[in-house]
């Protein structure tokens, strides 16, 4: 089992094969949802994070995260979450800049037309 699949070591012994199958699941969709992100196919991140937004529902309603023995997935899953946010936030943070040097330059080009 990789890393990502086993959620940073969950060994055997500790919890459902059920439970590791789920939360390994769930991370594999936010590792594809951040690489989908991070190459700017915002088509593919939505469809992933509409997944695993279900996903994670389901998990929480089963109380499966919050059981000791997750605590390592549990970790992963939420840093996996905040590298999401953080990659939104200098996307958006990027589009805002283009959007300013378009109005400066519409601005620009309406002051030279006058």
Known sequence: M?????????QAAEGTTEDRRKLAYLT???????EKLRRYDLDGAVRLA?????????LAGEGILERPEYAACR???Q??????CLVIAA??????DKLRQIREGIRTLSAYGK
Request: aromatic residues 4%; proline residues 0%; contains cysteine.
């Open 2 to 10: 990789s890393k990502a699949a086993d959620c940073t070591g969950i």
């Open 50 to 58: 509409e997944e695993s937004h279900r996903f994670a529902e389901r």
């Open 28 to 34: 594999e969709l936010l590792e594809r949802q951040l």
């Open 75 to 77: 970790q992963k899953i």
């Open 91 to 96: 996307e958006r943070q990027e589009v805002a």
């Open 79 to 84: 840093g996996l979450y905040q590298d999401i």
